[in-house]
């Protein structure tokens, strides 16, 4: 399977977990990501698929859980919650 359909799979996966009823929490969102990095999506696949989930965010609050994940995904973070060490 190419890179490109896996980057077009997860992103249709993250649309769908972050319109479901309840809303997404971090963790569930911190864990999606994990399971991208472990099937092989590098730092830049990752933080772009969860870019392009932001324009699909039902509400403030799951824009904002994203936008917290993605700290975790580029590292803006405490070194403990990094997703990527790059």
């Given at each position: 399977?190419?890179?490109?359909?896996i980057?077009k799979?997860?992103?249709?996966?993250?649309?769908?977990?972050?319109?479901?009823?309840p809303a997404?929490?971090?963790?569930?969102?911190?864990?999606?990501?994990l399971?991208?990095?472990?099937?092989?999506?590098?730092?830049?696949?990752?933080?772009?698929?969860?870019?392009?989930?932001?324009?699909?965010t039902?509400?403030?609050?799951?824009?904002?859980?994203?936008?917290?994940?993605?700290?975790?995904?580029v590292?803006?973070?405490?070194?403990?919650?990094?997703?990527?060490?790059?």
């Amino acid at each position: 399977m190419s890179q490109e359909t896996i980057d077009k799979y997860a992103h249709r996966l993250l649309k769908k977990l972050i319109t479901s009823t309840p809303a997404p929490t971090l963790d569930d969102l911190n864990d999606f990501a994990l399971l991208l990095k472990h099937a092989g999506l590098n730092q830049s696949q990752v933080e772009s698929i969860f870019h392009k989930a932001r324009e699909s965010t039902p509400n403030e609050t799951v824009d904002d859980t994203l936008l917290e994940v993605l700290d975790f995904i580029v590292g803006w973070c405490q070194p403990g919650k990094r997703i990527f060490n790059e």
